[in-house]
């Protein structure tokens, strides 16, 4: 396949977030997370996804704001298939990223990435997690994410397991939901 029809089989959501953060007006009243590392504890992941690791503090990073924050863990040795494991969390405040996008083309936007077809990601809509919710995993950089949005609270919201496999997708949406629920 080649790379202009690869782009067009991907949704547009990650790509808008990349255009407003270069282009991200006055700050306004954000719905952001003062401290993205409460979202989740390291004995939550180390209990889903690692459970004879040690896991360290979150390191939070806040280069993204006004549009959002993240919080990354990492723990064990580097593999040559992936390098180290990690989880990111990462809250958009989506009246930044998608400015003028209505609730409604946002959860469709959502929703068209779990229906994109290409070789190597799958992906799946998930429920039970904010307005509208999709499971990827992408098999060339062994990366399963959860992602949400949560559009009463003015968030977009995403789990990012590095290191993970397709089988890890209810442990991802579980840190995803215990995440939402820190919102």
Request: with cysteine; glycine share 10%; charged share 15%.
């Amino acid at each position: 396949m080649n790379q202009s029809r690869q782009f067009r089989n991907r949704a547009v959501l990650p790509g808008l977030a990349l255009v407003a953060l270069a282009s991200a007006g006055a700050a306004s009243a954000s719905p952001l997370p003062k401290d993205p590392c409460a979202l989740l504890k390291p004995a939550e992941i180390q209990a889903a996804l690692a459970p004879k690791a040690t896991i360290g503090p979150g390191v939070p990073a806040t280069d993204m704001a006004p549009v959002g924050v993240s919080c990354s863990y990492t723990w064990g040795p580097r593999t040559p298939e992936w390098g180290q494991s990690s989880v990111t969390v990462t809250v958009l405040d989506l009246s930044q990223a998608y400015p003028g996008v209505s609730s409604d083309q946002l959860k469709e936007g959502v929703m068209a990435e779990a229906r994109a077809k290409d070789a190597t990601i799958t992906a799946s809509q998930i429920s039970g997690v904010g307005d509208a919710g999709v499971f990827k995993f992408e098999s060339r950089s062994f990366n399963a994410t959860g992602e949400a949005l949560f559009t009463a609270k003015g968030v977009h919201l995403s789990v990012q397991f590095h290191g993970g496999d397709a089988g890890a997708k209810e442990k991802v949406v579980a840190l995803l939901r215990q995440a939402g629920s820190r919102l």
